[in-house]
């Protein structure tokens, strides 16, 4: 059974550069989250969706920052343009109804240089 | 904000020993749960408490809910190597599926 894929797993890119990271949640999971997690700040929550439909963007830190669900099997997460304290893992993770058990992805460790 | 609070942040202890990690918070939660990352990983769920005071275990982890749902521990009988990894708790409000994260216990147990 296939758990939540993320790619790339590693991501090196140049400041100014536009990233995209990707994210495949659990076939019939209804909730997507984007996190990020730092040494600094820990796990914050980016944004997350409901049926495909963005609910709480409050976590996204700036407009470089956007996400998108077109289905329910595919979201992305971009930055435009990357930065170096963009620089962290970040990772998907889906869930099933109103219960937050959550379920993470292997995550995407991104470097910006 | 951090809104919950995990300690302690490192813990080093010898196979064998017990311990104790705890959550705290000023919020109220509808439900709590506990996440075990290991390097180059994402966290893994161990367990969702709910209802206050729940106490539920998993082999030598002890899982409690405090009794005002604003708080919780995990506590760990005879550690093994095995059980060395960052320790997550995270907390639910009753709006959708939102999860907020404490900021980790790094527990390492030496052989």
């Known amino acids: 059974d296939a758990g939540v894929i993320q790619s790339p797993r590693h991501e090196v890119t140049e400041m100014g550069q536009e990233v995209t990271l990707r994210c495949k949640p659990i076939?019939?999971?209804?909730?997507l989250f984007w996190y990020r997690q730092t040494m600094m700040r820990g796990l914050e929550l980016l944004i997350y969706f409901n049926n495909n439909v963005p609910i709480d963007d409050s976590g996204m830190p700036e407009d470089r920052f956007s996400a998108k669900m077109p289905n329910a099997s595919f979201s992305t997460l971009k930055i435009q343009p990357s930065e170096p304290r963009d620089s962290a893992v970040y990772f998907c993770?889906?869930?099933?109804?109103?219960?937050?058990?959550?379920?993470f992805g292997q995550g995407t460790r991104l470097t910006v240089v | 904000t951090q809104l919950l609070e995990q300690s302690p942040q490192f813990l080093s202890i010898q196979e064998g020993e017990n311990l104790t990690v705890y959550c705290n918070s000023s919020s109220v939660f509808s439900s709590l749960q506990w996440y075990r990352q290991e390097p180059g990983e994402g966290p893994v769920l161990l367990v969702t408490?709910?209802?206050?005071?729940e106490v539920k275990k998993l082999k030598r982890l002890t899982f409690q809910f405090g009794d005002a749902r604003k708080d919780s521990s995990l506590h760990i009988t005879a550690a093994q190597p095995g059980d060395t990894g960052l320790y997550l708790c995270?907390?639910?409000?009753?709006?959708?599926?939102?999860?907020?994260f404490g900021q980790g216990t790094e527990l390492s147990v030496k052989p």
């Open positions: 408490v709910v209802t206050g005071g």
């Open positions: 076939s019939g999971h209804d909730y």
């Open positions: 993770a889906s869930s099933l109804g109103q219960g937050p058990k959550a379920f």
């Open positions: 995270a907390g639910a409000y009753n709006q959708g599926g939102k999860l907020i």
